[in-house]
């Protein structure tokens, strides 16, 4: 079965340090995607990334960087010099991509809280 | 980009009312909706798949006979909640898919539902 799992319930973070926010998962579909969402206060969903399972290469946007290891199943997600903005509850999901629905498994969900 | 919206985007209603929420898909056509809720600091759990001009699928655990849901048109979908009750109360948060877009996946704002 899906699963997807965010070991960090909370982060709490000063201002400029780097942080790591986990995610593990499971899927006996060779292929899939993989997804961050940012959700803050507001509580509108904020799409960050979708890694193809055939993609390992790591990405890097700005602050953000994920690195998606198919040996170990797991989805990180970096965020460098982290900022107040950041503050939020940050989803992994994960997708199958046969079926053609693309409903997601999100994981538990990280509350990331940067401090000034 | 492709937009969802949702309407309300929040309701209080009794305990034993009918309310219903709707989710369009403004610039684009989703033959394919997903309904999640979400309770108050936990994860987006999906409720349902919705499906222009068919029945929507429901996983496990979630009444179809209190949810209904109806996908009229290619842009809307609506989740009725039926006889609500307090621990009804939630964020529920839809999705559209992009058929145009190779399956892109949008999310609503979402609705905050309160039972009194």
């Known amino acids: 079965a899906q699963k997807v799992t965010q070991a960090q319930t909370e982060i709490s973070v000063v201002e400029k340090e780097d942080v790591t926010l986990d995610c593990v998962y499971e899927t006996r579909d060779t292929t899939y995607y993989l997804f961050w969402y940012k959700q803050p206060p507001s509580g509108e969903l904020v799409f960050l990334i979708r890694r193809n399972s055939f993609d390992e290469q790591n990405e890097i946007s700005g602050r953000y960087s994920w690195n998606f290891q198919k040996s170990t199943s797991s989805f990180n997600f970096t965020i460098t010099a982290s900022q107040v903005v950041d503050s939020a509850v940050y989803f992994c999901a994960l997708s199958e991509i046969s079926g053609g629905y693309n409903k997601l498994i999100f994981g538990a969900g990280t509350r990331l809280a940067v401090h000034p | 980009g492709a937009v969802v919206s949702q309407h309300p985007s929040w309701v209080i209603c009794k305990s034993g009312t009918s309310v219903k929420i709707e989710c369009r898909s403004l610039?684009?056509?989703?033959?394919?909706m997903f309904w999640y809720r979400q309770f108050p600091k936990q994860s987006l759990m999906l409720m349902a798949t919705s499906n222009e001009g068919s029945k929507a699928t429901y996983e496990q655990g979630v009444e179809k006979d209190k949810f209904l849901i109806n996908h009229a048109s290619l842009t809307l979908s609506t989740l009725t909640v039926t006889s609500a009750h307090p621990e009804d109360s939630s964020f529920y948060i839809c999705?559209?898919?992009?058929?145009?877009?190779?399956?892109?996946?949008?999310f609503g704002p979402g609705t905050r539902l309160t039972v009194t």
């Open positions: 610039d684009f056509q989703a033959t394919t």
């Open positions: 999705s559209a898919i992009d058929g145009g877009t190779g399956g892109e996946q949008y």
